[in-house]
C-alpha cells in the first residue's frame, strides 16, 4: 500500500456520476497540496484537479464546470466529485501531491464511462 489509495471509480453511463475518494496518511497529509490526474489508454496520464491546504482549487478546462475537488484534512482525504460524464473522461484516475511525486503514486482507480 502506498502514501494513498484511491477508490470510488466504476462503470457508470454517459451524464452518470461518480465521487472518488483519496484517502491519505501522515501527520502533514493536510499541509500539502493535493491533484487529481488520469490516464487514458494509450495516453499520458494528465492533470484533472488540484486543492491547496487551505481549500483554493484549480481545474483543467475538460472538466470544469463537471468536476468538484474537495478536502477535508480531519480525515485525510481528498475527493473529486464527477458529474455528467463523458465517455471521454474514462481513465484510470490517481492521487498525488500537487505538483506530483514519483513516489506518491497510489495504484489509481478505473472509471469507465459508457455511451
Known amino acids: 500500500q502506498g502514501p494513498v489509495v484511491e477508490s470510488g471509480g466504476g462503470l457508470v453511463q454517459t451524464g452518470g456520476s461518480l465521487r472518488l475518494t483519496c484517502a491519505g496518511s501522515?501527520?502533514?497529509?493536510?499541509?500539502?497540496?493535493m491533484g487529481w490526474y488520469r490516464q487514458a489508454p494509450e495516453k499520458q496520464r494528465e492533470f484533472v484537479a488540484g486543492i491547496s491546504s487551505g481549500g483554493t482549487t484549480t481545474y483543467a478546462d475538460s472538466v470544469k464546470g463537471r468536476f468538484t475537488i474537495s478536502r477535508d484534512n480531519a480525515k485525510n482525504t481528498v475527493y473529486l466529485q464527477m458529474n455528467s460524464l463523458k465517455p471521454e473522461d474514462t481513465a484510470v484516475y490517481y492521487c498525488?501531491?500537487?505538483?506530483?511525486?514519483?513516489?506518491?503514486w497510489g495504484q489509481g482507480t478505473q472509471v469507465t464511462v459508457s455511451s
Open positions: 501522515g501527520s502533514l497529509f493536510s499541509i500539502y497540496s
Open positions: 498525488n501531491k500537487y505538483p506530483p511525486r514519483t513516489s506518491y
